[in-house]
């Protein structure tokens, strides 16, 4: 799609690798995957589900580290080149002005995205349940956390990148108190993050047998915005009779109006198919949570958790990911 607009900046060091020759996937894997291993720092048996973002001439990221007790806890991470990360020992403290909800239970699977020049981080947070943290950080040294944004039960919150008629925005999904067997996209807004109303369904899962999106989707990193419409790539969960499959899936959202679909692709852009997605922690799980852009080319670096075991980065260009979408539209 030559005449395709991505509003956006500059990324010239993002994280590259040229397609291999005879590949003609949509997304291609770093050959040298994974980049964030299980035991990158000591404290820590997982480290997956996590999310980057450009700092400092370099990069910036919050992990999901499962640590030796098994708790879900979040790191900060730096690196110079997004594929080489050091991760911080300790975890982020988030300094919260409610104590009830700043002594948080746990926290996993973040996502990032930068907002009139401020970091936001989202995150799956214990609070009588799992619901959508909310806080920010300008340095990655010191967090801060704000309210949740919605009530338990809920998980992967996700903000779109700028305002949309003066109101942030959020996708969400919510869930039950466990391993959840259903899930479906909303959308919520809010004048000022703290309170939020106008919810609006956005997807569901694809309801047909062994379908990749059939039991449950969920946003991954912040939606792109082009001029053919904001691009959401997200997650699709099959169950089968060996459990659940997670797959990455793309679709196109209005503009205006993002809880409205414009094109929904049918196949999957990526679905586990390699040892480090097929075996570990988790088998067969690929859960996208954050993703980086050079605007100008449109090359995209798409981070996500693989078996919930490590981190792993696809590559691509969104203007392909953008005619898949179109090419392969679902019809209802």
């Known amino acids: 799609m030559t005449n395709l607009k991505i509003p956006g900046e500059a990324l010239p060091n993002i994280p590259w690798q040229e397609r291999p020759i005879g590949n003609d996937d949509v997304l291609w894997r770093y050959s040298e995957n994974p980049v964030v291993p299980a035991r990158a720092i ?4 997982y480290i997956h589900n996590s999310a980057v973002i450009p700092f400092g001439g370099g990069f910036a990221g919050v992990f999901r580290i499962d640590n030796r007790a098994r708790r879900m806890q979040l790191h900060a991470g730096r690196s110079d080149d997004g594929l080489e990360w050091r991760i911080d020992e300790v975890p982020i403290r988030f300094r919260c002005e409610d104590p009830e909800i700043g002594a948080f239970s746990y926290g996993y699977d973040p996502r990032l995205v930068r907002i009139d020049g401020r970091t936001y981080v989202m995150w799956c947070n214990g609070y009588h349940g799992p619901t959508i943290g909310l806080g920010y950080t300008d340095d990655f040294e010191t967090f801060y956390q704000l309210e949740n ?9 996700v903000l779109f990148p700028r305002k949309i008629h003066d109101r942030y925005v959020l996708l969400s999904r919510p869930s039950d108190n466990g391993h959840t067997p259903f899930g479906e996209i909303y959308l919520s807004h809010s004048p000022d993050l703290i309170h939020w109303g106008k919810h609006r369904h956005v997807m569901a899962p694809i309801r047909e047998e062994n379908g990749w999106q059939s039991t449950k989707i969920g946003a991954g990193p912040a939606p792109i915005e082009t001029s053919e419409g904001w691009l959401l790539i997200y997650h699709g969960v099959v169950t089968t009779c060996n459990g659940f499959v997670y797959s990455a899936g793309a679709a196109l959202l209005d503009l205006d109006e993002p809880w409205k679909v414009i094109a929904r692709a049918d196949p ?3 679905t586990p198919s390699t040892p480090y997605e097929s075996v570990g922690n988790v088998p067969n799980v690929i859960f996208p949570c954050g993703a980086l852009l050079d605007a100008p080319s449109g090359r995209l670096a798409l981070y996500y958790g693989s078996a919930d075991t490590v981190v792993s980065v696809a590559f691509g260009f969104v203007h392909d990911i953008v005619d898949f979408v179109r090419h392969n539209a679902r019809r209802a």
């Open 42 to 45: 000591r404290a820590s048996t």
């Open 149 to 157: 944004a919605l009530l338990p039960f809920n998980r992967n919150g």
């Open 268 to 270: 999957y852009l990526l």
